[in-house]
T-cell receptor, first 116, second 113 residues
Framework: AQKITQTQPGMFVQEKEAVTLDCTYDTSDQSYGLFWYKQPSSGEMIFLIYQGSYDEQNATEGRYSLNFQKARKSANLVISASQLGDSAMYFCAMREGAQGAQKLVFGQGTRLTINP | DAGVTQSPTHLIKTRGQQVTLRCSPKSGHDTVSWYQQALGQGPQFIFQYYEEEERQRGNFPDRFSGHQFPNYSSELNVNALLLGDSALYLC????????????FGPGTRLTVL
């Protein structure tokens, strides 16, 4: 069974608009972490934002925020005021388990294109 | 503060050959993980090294092996290369902490002909 599901293969958004990238996850663990990474065409995975399963507040990092709905097992990434440089692949990932078990499981990714 | 570095950037090999990829973790990090990313896919976990030992392994054959050195740098070795091993190989480093983030290097693109 797929642990991380990203249902949007591609998204096209006008510059300066907000965009939401969807991510749902599947786990039976109580302790887990959710991550979003950005991968430009150069290939490097750039860390954007982290949400722990016990965190009460939704995570925010500058223009990025994570809409965490634990009961629905969703962790959507919201990018406000999109910029041309936001065009890239975006991956949602999950880390399960306690300390020492740091394997990340990734979704298939969403290709975001920002149009001028 | 140097981030995660990987070498080489690109590599071309032929089937049956062996390859070694290298990774230096971010300063202060003690854990190194390796991932394989095929074209159009998300990264797949290969294995993780901590205290010079393989701590966790994904669903990869024994042809994939690794090593971690006392300075925390790491190598990924792949023997008897197959065409299907062509991929971007990503190294990530982190601190041994349940809440720590994995930071990735730029990757090594391996092409097997």
């Amino acid at each position: 069974a797929q642990k991380i599901t990203q249902t949007q293969p591609g998204m096209f958004v006008q510059e300066k608009e907000a965009v939401t990238l969807d991510c749902t996850y599947d786990t039976s663990d109580q302790s887990y972490g959710l991550f979003w990474y950005k991968q430009p065409s150069s290939g490097e995975m750039i860390f954007l934002i982290y949400q722990g399963s016990y965190d009460e507040q939704n995570a925010t990092e500058g223009r990025y925020s994570l809409n965490f709905q634990k009961a629905r097992k969703s962790a959507n990434l919201v990018i406000s005021a999109s910029q041309l440089g936001d065009s890239a692949m975006y991956f949602c990932a999950m880390r399960e388990g306690a300390q020492g078990a740091q394997k990340l499981v990734f979704g298939q990714g969403t290709r975001l294109t920002i149009n001028p | 503060d140097a981030g995660v570095t990987q070498s080489p950037t690109h590599l071309i090999k032929t089937r049956g050959q062996q390859v070694t990829l290298r990774c230096s973790p971010k300063s202060g990090h003690d854990t190194v993980s390796w991932y394989q990313q095929a074209l159009g896919q998300g990264p797949q976990f290969i294995f993780q090294y901590y205290e010079e030992e393989e701590r966790q392994r994904g669903n990869f054959p024994d042809r994939f092996s690794g090593h971690q050195f006392p300075n925390y740098s790491s190598e990924l070795n792949v023997n008897a290369l197959l065409l299907g091993d062509s991929a971007l190989y990503l190294c990530a480093s982190s601190l041994d902490s349940a809440r720590d983030t994995q930071y990735f290097g730029p990757g090594t693109r391996l092409t097997v002909l």
